[in-house]
């Protein structure tokens, strides 16, 4: 399922069959000291819709590209006449037939990581120090909603939002899905008990509790989660109202759903929180 290639200037000869048939990669962009690419290196990629060679390029092997009829584009870092010394040996007809543009500036590309989620997503290029929107679409994720997404793989908080433009630099950069657990808080009070019901919070979570007089906080008490149905709470602090709050924890103080605020005259609580 590879779909993008990007070798590293470190890299000086592009081995033979090293992505032979890898018929899902799109992209291809080949470091600045690539000098050869060998037989059939790229044969049978047959998504393979364009490509970023080097002018440290020399020679092009036997059916290097053989097979790779969807290519359309090259582009060469170098200037037109330093492009015909390169070699190019037989099999390499969607090579030679793809339309060629020179002098060409590698481009910051976004990429997309879903974490878990589903949903389909293209890379994005993007000029250097330019602005780009992202793309619009939504991931999914069973169980989970979708924050936004992030610069860092185990983000906790959305840094950008769908369709939102941002400023690139000169650095490629990849966005990771942030995602926070649904939790659907069930809640009721007998008998001056309070029992809540956290369904979809995680083990260790923090269910927090905070008692209010008059609108005025008066206690509060947190218990670890468990996994357990329900929850009891149950204080001599005189009080009116208890408002639940369910966290993924104290450090990181992330709430996994929005507060439940109860009165104590109201019988039953019940409320859906995505």
Same mark, same amino acid.
């Given at each position: 399922?590879?779909?993008?290639?990007?070798?590293?200037?470190?890299?000086?000869?592009? %081995?033979?069959? !090293?992505?032979?048939?890898?018929?899902? &990669?799109?992209?291809?962009? #080949?470091?600045?000291?690539?000098?050869?690419?060998?037989? *059939?290196?790229?044969? +049978? =990629?047959?998504?393979?819709?364009?490509?970023?060679?080097?002018?440290? &390029?020399?020679? #092009?092997?036997?059916?290097?590209?053989?097979? =790779?009829?969807?290519?359309?584009?090259?582009? $060469?870092?170098?200037?037109?006449?330093?492009? @015909?010394?390169? $070699?190019?040996?037989?099999?390499?007809?969607?090579?030679?037939? !793809?339309?060629?543009?020179?002098?060409?500036?590698?481009?910051? #590309?976004? *990429?997309?990581?879903?974490?878990?989620?589903?949903? /389909?997503?293209?890379?994005?290029?993007?000029? %250097?120090?330019?602005?780009?929107?992202? /793309?619009?679409?939504?991931?999914?994720?069973?169980?989970?909603?979708?924050? +936004?997404?992030?610069?860092?793989?185990?983000? @906790?908080?959305?840094?950008?939002?769908?369709? %939102?433009?941002?400023?690139?630099?000169?650095?490629?950069?990849?966005?990771?899905?942030?995602?926070?657990?649904?939790?659907?808080?069930?809640?009721?009070?007998?008998?001056?008990?309070?029992?809540? /019901?956290?369904?979809?919070?995680?083990?260790?979570?923090?269910?927090?509790?905070?008692?209010? @007089?008059?609108?005025?906080?008066?206690?509060?008490?947190?218990?670890?989660?468990?996994? *357990? @149905?329900?929850?009891?709470?149950?204080?001599?602090?005189?009080?009116?109202?208890?408002?639940?709050?369910?966290?993924?924890?104290?450090?990181?103080?992330?709430?996994?759903?929005?507060?439940? =605020?109860?009165?104590?005259?109201?019988?039953?609580?019940?409320?859906?929180?995505?």
């Amino acid at each position: 399922s590879l779909r993008s290639v990007v070798i590293p200037d470190s890299v000086i000869r592009v %081995e033979e069959y !090293a992505f032979c048939n890898c018929e899902n &990669l799109k992209n291809l962009e #080949i470091g600045d000291s690539v000098e050869s690419i060998d037989v *059939s290196a790229f044969s +049978g =990629c047959s998504a393979l819709t364009s490509m970023v060679f080097p002018v440290s &390029l020399v020679e #092009i092997e036997t059916n290097a590209f053989a097979g =790779c009829s969807a290519l359309k584009t090259v582009h $060469y870092k170098g200037k037109e006449d330093d492009w @015909k010394y390169v $070699y190019i040996a037989d099999g390499n007809d969607y090579l030679e037939n !793809a339309e060629i543009s020179y002098g060409y500036v590698l481009p910051v #590309i976004i *990429s997309y990581s879903l974490n878990g989620g589903e949903g /389909s997503f293209e890379e994005q290029r993007a000029e %250097e120090n330019s602005v780009i929107t992202l /793309s619009s679409v939504t991931p999914t994720k069973d169980g989970y909603s979708f924050l +936004g997404w992030s610069l860092t793989a185990d983000g @906790k908080t959305a840094e950008y939002q769908p369709g %939102e433009s941002i400023t690139v630099g000169t650095e490629s950069i990849t966005l990771y899905a942030v995602w926070r657990k649904v939790v659907t808080l069930s809640s009721e009070v007998i008998n001056n008990m309070f029992l809540v /019901s956290p369904d979809g919070a995680p083990t260790g979570a923090k269910i927090i509790f905070v008692c209010y @007089k008059d609108k005025a906080p008066v206690y509060m008490d947190i218990f670890t989660y468990q996994g *357990s @149905k329900v929850v009891p709470f149950a204080t001599n602090v005189e009080y009116d109202e208890i408002k639940v709050m369910v966290w993924e924890s104290m450090e990181d103080m992330i709430p996994l759903c929005e507060p439940d =605020c109860v009165s104590v005259n109201k019988e039953i609580s019940l409320l859906q929180l995505n």
